[in-house]
């Protein structure tokens, strides 16, 4: 299954890279989507694992250096066989410089990004009493739910890909840091890019 899977990859890929020697198009401003699967951390525990989506614009300069900002939502979640429960959701407001190392059509790229994120940090804890025979009763929930706004800093890398004269896809990986609420994001996603 794992190689049918890479084969797929590859054969979808091929004719991108395979194009990597011919010039890129030049610079200008572009719109963008992003869809990623990421795993968030707090200062005490895991939030789990997550999808996350947003939108942005930007600008590139010389076909090498971009800026971006971007308007990204999330949600994130994770359950315990013991009835616990952790739930995080929220958005952010970044702004991403970019740096691509070619000007082909397969660009490597390296990306600083800083802003500001708002989570809502729930956590959910089964009240139990003793029932019959010993067993633990579940008679209700308690809940703790916090709201926090955070500066966030990090980084990204990845390749942008060229599939159309003024479509790319970027698939790339990021890490993001919070504070001074110590949250922690990694993620890997990709983004489609429109050249205008």
């Known amino acids: 299954m794992r190689v049918r899977s890479m084969l797929v990859v590859g054969l979808i890929l091929w004719p991108a890279l395979a194009g990597g020697q011919t010039?890129?198009?030049p610079g200008g401003p572009e719109v963008m989507g992003t869809i990623s699967i990421s795993r968030l951390w707090d200062d005490e525990s895991g939030l789990g694992t997550g999808v996350e989506g947003g939108t942005g614009v930007?600008?590139?300069w010389r076909r090498r250096l971009g800026l971006e900002a971007l308007i990204e939502g999330?949600?994130?979640e994770r359950n315990f066989s013991s009835g616990v429960r952790f739930e995080a959701?929220?958005?952010r407001v970044l702004g991403k410089v970019t740096y691509y190392w070619s000007d082909r059509n397969v660009q490597p790229f390296a990306a600083g990004i800083a802003?500001?994120?708002q989570v809502t940090r729930r956590s959910e804890y089964p009240?139990?009493?003793p029932g019959p025979g010993g067993m633990p009763l579940v008679i209700g929930t308690e809940v703790f739910e916090n709201e926090y706004t955070d500066l966030v800093w990090g980084g990204s890398g990845g390749?942008?890909?060229r599939v159309r004269e003024r479509f790319a896809l970027r698939p790339e990986g990021g890490l993001l840091v919070s504070a001074p609420d110590n949250f922690i994001e990694i993620r890997f996603g990709?983004?489609?890019i429109v050249r205008w």
Do not use: C, D, P
Request: charged content about 15%.
């Open 115 to 117: 802003g500001v994120m």
């Open 74 to 76: 999330f949600r994130h």
């Open 23 to 25: 010039a890129n198009q």
């Open 159 to 161: 390749l942008r890909i």
């Open 127 to 129: 009240v139990e009493r």
């Open 190 to 192: 990709v983004t489609a």
């Open 89 to 91: 959701h929220g958005s």
């Open 58 to 60: 930007g600008y590139v």
